[in-house]
Structure formats: structure tokens, C-alpha cells
Nanobody, 129 residues
Framework: QVQLAESGGGLVETGGSLSLSCSVS?????????MGWFRQVLGKEREFVAG????????YYADPVKDRFTISRDFAKSTIDLQLDSLKPEDTAVYYC?????????????????????WGQGTQVTVAS
């Protein structure tokens, strides 16, 4: 079992920045291969934002956030962090972190929601226009 807990959401103006953090814990954490951030707007499907290899640190981003968002991991703190810069109103959503034990290469596989085993409760990000 792995437990995930997001924090750091809030309200920010267009062009502003936010830092999200996902605290990761659990006795089987060492089996984790990939962690990802997804987001969901009410009434719409959840969409992939960014993924990172837990051991490799390799990253992959969705096109809408590439060059604006940065995913990273901190082993000492057991967190997966997402830095959101140059925010736009269309970035408004609930942001979720997720983890998986499945072998996965860097790339489009990271964007497949059904391949993730554990999910956090989400944190709201609102970007005012």
C-alpha cells in the first residue's frame, strides 16, 4: 500500500505561480516505478499533466504544460513536487498525484490513467483571469 497526500493548491492570478507537493508513504513505496500528476475540471475527464520515474528522475509532460510546469522528486522528504509557473485560467482544476508499481518507460505510457494504482485526494488550483 502507498498513501499519497497533495498540498499547496490555492488561488492565484493569471501569470502567477504555485507549488504543489505530494507526500508519499507506505511500506511498499520502494516498489514504485513512476509517479504522476493529473488534473480534472468538474464535468470533464481527468487529464495527464506530468510524470516522473521514481528512481530515474526522468520526466514527461503534457503539451499544454510543457515549459511552464516542472515535476521533481525529493527522496529525503518523500515528496513529488509540481512547480506551476505562468499559470493560465485554463489550468484551473483539481490536481491529483498518483503512483504505480508497473514497469513503465518514459513517455506516453505515463499519461495513461488506468496504469496508476494509487491516488491522492486532490488539491484545488484556481487561476483568476
Amino acid at each position: 500500500q502507498v498513501q499519497l497526500a497533495e498540498s499547496g493548491g490555492g488561488l492565484v492570478e493569471t501569470g502567477g505561480s504555485l507549488s504543489l507537493s505530494c507526500s508519499v508513504s507506505g511500506r511498499t513505496l520502494y516498489l514504485t516505478t513512476v509517479m504522476g500528476w493529473f488534473r480534472q475540471v468538474l464535468g470533464k475527464e481527468r487529464e495527464f499533466v506530468a510524470g516522473i520515474g521514481w528512481k530515474t528522475g526522468s520526466t514527461y509532460y503534457a503539451d499544454p504544460v510543457k515549459d511552464r510546469f516542472t515535476i521533481s522528486r525529493d527522496f529525503a522528504k518523500s515528496t513529488i513536487d509540481l512547480q506551476l509557473d505562468s499559470l493560465k485560467p485554463e489550468d484551473t482544476a483539481v490536481y491529483y498525484c498518483a503512483s504505480t508499481f508497473r514497469p513503465m518507460s518514459v513517455g506516453q505510457a505515463m499519461a495513461v490513467e488506468s496504469l496508476y494504482d494509487y491516488w491522492g485526494q486532490g488539491t484545488q488550483v484556481t487561476v483568476a483571469s
